[in-house]
């Protein structure tokens, strides 16, 4: 089954460390998205990238990073930088082309701090 | 302004209702139009885009208004299962990368 998949479901870490979250797609998508998800609001980027070995801030990078060393596979990296990391953390991915793309999101990653 | 706005809601309305959401952008250049659906503690889907000349999709009708700049989806004969989070989703024109501009969400809760 083509998808993405994001893995863990729940992840609890302690405050001040880093903690990297997992978003693999077997959809031959070039374009993949991180998203950020509080409650009661909209998702807001984080970072993405369109193609290997490039990627691109979003509206909120500041204390996240990521890589793009493969098409299939796009991890983020919470660092100790984040001031509130707890969150609801979204990958998508969409196929190259027009604007017309719908994006294709992942079961998303509920990460606390405590 | 927000880029994109929406009534948070609740809608709380019986089955069998119609309802109707509106979403509201800033962006004139807006180019592409979505309505996704995120169940509680689940990630969004595509439930319909949104075309100039609106589209129908069963249940669900879509409609967008470029003069005064919103989208809107109206769900006839409402069903338990319609009980959702509805996301409004912009893309704007000269966005390089297909950024998703998303709105808050409306709650909508489909009564017995």
């Known amino acids: 089954d083509g998808g993405i998949t994001q893995s863990p479901k729940y992840l609890f870490r302690k405050e001040g460390q880093n903690v990297t979250l997992s978003c693999e797609q077997n959809l031959n998508h070039d374009a993949m998205y991180w998203y950020r998800q509080d409650p009661g609001q909209g998702l807001r980027l984080i970072y993405y990238?369109?193609?290997?070995?490039?990627?691109q801030k979003g509206d909120i990078a500041e204390g996240y990073s990521v890589s793009r060393e493969k098409k299939e596979s796009f991890p983020l990296t919470v660092t100790s930088a984040q001031k509130n990391p707890t969150a609801f953390y979204l990958c998508?991915?969409?196929?190259?082309?027009?604007?017309?793309?719908?994006?294709?999101f992942g079961p998303g990653t509920r990460l606390t701090v405590l | 302004r927000k880029e994109v706005e929406q009534d948070p809601g609740p809608f709380n309305v019986p089955e069998g209702a119609t309802v109707a959401f509106n979403c509201t952008y800033s962006?004139?250049?807006?180019?592409?139009f979505f309505w996704y659906r995120q169940d509680c503690r689940k990630e969004p889907k595509l439930l319909m885009s949104?075309?100039?000349s609106g589209n129908e999709d069963g249940r669900f009708t879509a409609q967008l208004n470029r003069a005064s700049q919103y989208i809107s989806l109206l769900i006839r004969d409402s069903k338990l299962s319609d009980s959702a989070t509805y996301l409004c989703v912009v893309i704007p024109r000269d966005n390089y990368g297909q950024n998703f501009v998303f709105g808050p969400g409306t709650r909508l809760s489909v009564l017995p």
């Open positions: 990238s369109q193609i290997v070995n490039d990627f």
């Open positions: 998508a991915s969409s196929p190259q082309g027009d604007s017309y793309n719908e994006q294709f």
């Open positions: 962006n004139s250049a807006s180019q592409s």
């Open positions: 949104v075309y100039s």
